[in-house]
Nanobody, 125 residues
Framework: QLHIMESGGGSVQPGGSLRLSCAVS????????IGWSRQAPGKEREAVSC????????DYADSVKGRFTISRDNAKTTVYLQMNTLKPEDTGIYYC??????????????????WGQGTQVTVSS
């Protein structure tokens, strides 16, 4: 049974940094793309970044490009999202998504097998 655990959220001031982690157990991630999405209050969930399982290629939404970096450990059981130069508009709940296939579609997980429970990120002065 697949289990997803996100961590690393918190409150920071604008310009600060956070690193989110998505730890997955109970399944072989070697064949799953992993992505991050976020949902701000009153808004729809939006994709932020995705990393493919085959070649480790990644992509980002324009709103975070150059500030966020997605990576995964060698065992491919944990995916990270390093978030730098955070802005108030980055505030929201961040969700990890495990895909059904190995590849991303740009910065999106094309078909999500399972979502994590989410971790709150608040950027405010």
């Amino acid at each position: 049974q697949l289990h997803i655990m996100e961590s690393g959220g918190g409150s920071v001031q604008p310009g600060g940094s956070l690193r989110l982690s998505c730890a997955v157990s109970g399944s072989d991630l070697h064949y799953s793309a992993i992505g991050w999405s976020r949902q701000a209050p009153g808004k729809e969930r939006e994709a932020v970044s995705c990393i493919s399982s085959d070649d480790g290629s990644s992509d980002y939404a324009d709103s975070v490009k150059g500030r966020f970096t997605i990576s995964r450990d060698n065992a491919k059981t944990t995916v990270y999202l390093q978030m730098n130069t955070l802005k108030p508009e980055d505030t929201g709940i961040y969700y990890c998504a495990v895909g059904t296939d190995y590849a991303c579609s740009g910065y999106v997980v094309p078909q999500v097998y399972r979502w994590g429970q989410g971790t709150q990120v608040t950027v405010s002065s």
